[in-house]
């Protein structure tokens, strides 16, 4: 029998070229057994202060890890959460703490039993999953951003792109409503009608419902897909007006951290496309609790994977297991926590992304590139 022997911890800070070029943080963790196998798991922490805490909460719980069974992860996961109960019940920092260490579990268990991580999921039942650009817009020309990501359907190999607005850049997307639309007009002009088009409000805007019922039935006229968060979490008198007024699909639900908080806010039926981070929500365990929510209740579960190629990889691997997944968000242009970081980056081909089929999660992060990005 396998038994945990170590609990490492890994924050980095790195420059994010599809944001800009700003810094963003995560934490990664690594286990290992005394056979010398290891498992790798990540939590989206993106701040430097909620990073450098993640990582005192997953070193605070490391005796409880060490000595372990590596096979008897779901019960190492309860635990914890009862380790935690007064200070991780039902979300914050100590959720991106379990994140990590789950998924870091459930990569190890999985190259214990010599299986992709899928497979020890029960199995995919599709083998790869449309993919699309999840993106930012930066230049102050609505029609060289209307071009650019266009061509990441014509071009590169996605089914479609998201973008988010009030982000940093110049295109000030997300403020003036005939200004916005229009935006949507050269998205559709550019990508063609088949392409999946998503906007995501951000949470820098706020809209009135009067502007976002105009702004949204304006982008319905083009076929969008789904409007992401286009009001706070919890303001579901508006949701509940906007969505009467709209044909597309409302998404949200990505700031929840466990499976509670989701089914809070799916309880109004307000919510179509569930957005869930398994680097926050409680790793695949809390994931695949949500995932369950999601699938009784027939909407659409979303990985918010907009992260390292992990994140990517065990998110593809858990969506590929449910039918109730539309597509898989990846971030296009080139970065160091998916392109530098593997060996193998995870990427778009013919519109789609495969579900990986190594052993457990399928990469495993460059001990020297987590070096080069540490954050001090
Ligand atoms: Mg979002």
Not at 21 to 49: K, N, Q
Not at 67 to 77: I, K, Q, S, T
Not at 84 to 92: I, K, L, P, S, V
Not at 270 to 290: E, F, H, N, S
């Given at each position: 029998m396998s038994v945990i022997s170590a609990v490492d911890v890994f924050p980095v800070q790195y420059p994010e070229p599809n944001d800009s070029g700003a810094l963003r943080c995560l934490l990664f963790v690594?286990?290992?057994?005394?056979?010398?196998?290891?498992?790798?798991?990540?939590?989206?922490?993106?701040f430097p202060g909620a990073t450098a805490a993640t990582a005192i909460m997953v070193e605070s719980v490391r005796e409880l890890i060490v000595g372990r069974d590596p096979r008897a992860n779901v019960a190492l996961w309860h635990d914890l959460?009862?380790?935690?109960?007064?200070?991780?019940?039902?979300?914050?920092?100590?959720?991106?703490?379990?994140?990590?260490?789950?998924v870091a579990l459930w990569d190890l268990k999985a190259r214990l039993a010599g299986l992709p991580l899928v497979d020890l999921l029960g199995g995919a039942r599709v083998d790869s999953l449309p993919v699309i650009a999840s993106t930012h817009a930066f230049d102050p020309s609505l029609e060289v951003e209307a071009e650019r990501h266009g061509r990441y359907v014509t071009e590169r190999g996605f089914q479609g792109f998201k973008i988010?607005?009030?982000?940093?850049?110049?295109?000030?997307?997300?403020?003036?409503?005939?200004r916005d639309i229009e935006f949507m007009r050269l998205l559709r002009e550019a990508a063609g009608p088949d392409a999946m088009i998503m906007l995501d409000r951000g949470k820098k805007i706020?809209?009135?419902?009067?502007?976002?019922?105009?702004?949204?039935?304006?982008?319905?006229?083009?076929?969008?897909?789904?409007?992401?968060?286009?009001f706070e979490p919890d303001h579901s008198d508006e949701l509940r007006a906007l969505r009467a007024q709209v044909s597309c699909l409302i998404a949200g639900g990505e700031r929840e951290w466990d499976v509670h908080g989701y089914e809070n806010a799916l309880a109004d039926g307000m919510i179509d496309v569930v957005g869930c981070d398994v680097g926050r929500a409680g790793g695949v365990t809390g994931a695949l609790q949500?995932?369950?929510?999601?699938?009784?209740?027939?909407?659409?579960?979303?990985?918010?994977?907009?992260?390292?190629?992990?994140?990517?990889?065990?998110?593809?691997?858990?969506?590929?297991?449910?039918?109730?997944?539309?597509l898989q968000e990846l971030k296009p242009d080139i970065n160091p926590m998916q392109d530098e970081l593997v060996a193998e980056p995870i990427r778009a081909v013919d519109g789609r992304v495969?579900?990986?089929?190594?052993?457990?999660?399928?990469?495993?992060?460059?001990?020297?590139v987590l070096k080069h990005y540490a954050l001090s």
């Amino acid at each position: 029998m396998s038994v945990i022997s170590a609990v490492d911890v890994f924050p980095v800070q790195y420059p994010e070229p599809n944001d800009s070029g700003a810094l963003r943080c995560l934490l990664f963790v690594r286990i290992r057994s005394d056979d010398g196998a290891e498992g790798w798991g990540e939590a989206v922490t993106m701040f430097p202060g909620a990073t450098a805490a993640t990582a005192i909460m997953v070193e605070s719980v490391r005796e409880l890890i060490v000595g372990r069974d590596p096979r008897a992860n779901v019960a190492l996961w309860h635990d914890l959460q009862a380790e935690a109960w007064w200070y991780g019940h039902r979300g914050g920092i100590f959720s991106f703490a379990l994140s990590a260490i789950d998924v870091a579990l459930w990569d190890l268990k999985a190259r214990l039993a010599g299986l992709p991580l899928v497979d020890l999921l029960g199995g995919a039942r599709v083998d790869s999953l449309p993919v699309i650009a999840s993106t930012h817009a930066f230049d102050p020309s609505l029609e060289v951003e209307a071009e650019r990501h266009g061509r990441y359907v014509t071009e590169r190999g996605f089914q479609g792109f998201k973008i988010g607005m009030g982000k940093r850049g110049e295109t000030h997307i997300g403020y003036e409503v005939g200004r916005d639309i229009e935006f949507m007009r050269l998205l559709r002009e550019a990508a063609g009608p088949d392409a999946m088009i998503m906007l995501d409000r951000g949470k820098k805007i706020t809209w009135t419902l009067d502007d976002a019922i105009a702004r949204v039935r304006g982008f319905d006229q083009y076929d969008l897909k789904w409007i992401e968060e286009p009001f706070e979490p919890d303001h579901s008198d508006e949701l509940r007006a906007l969505r009467a007024q709209v044909s597309c699909l409302i998404a949200g639900g990505e700031r929840e951290w466990d499976v509670h908080g989701y089914e809070n806010a799916l309880a109004d039926g307000m919510i179509d496309v569930v957005g869930c981070d398994v680097g926050r929500a409680g790793g695949v365990t809390g994931a695949l609790q949500v995932l369950a929510v999601v699938e009784r209740e027939h909407r659409w579960f979303n990985s918010h994977a907009w992260s390292s190629a992990v994140n990517t990889a065990v998110s593809i691997a858990l969506s590929a297991t449910s039918d109730r997944v539309l597509l898989q968000e990846l971030k296009p242009d080139i970065n160091p926590m998916q392109d530098e970081l593997v060996a193998e980056p995870i990427r778009a081909v013919d519109g789609r992304v495969a579900v990986p089929t190594g052993d457990g999660i399928g990469v495993v992060p460059e001990l020297d590139v987590l070096k080069h990005y540490a954050l001090s």
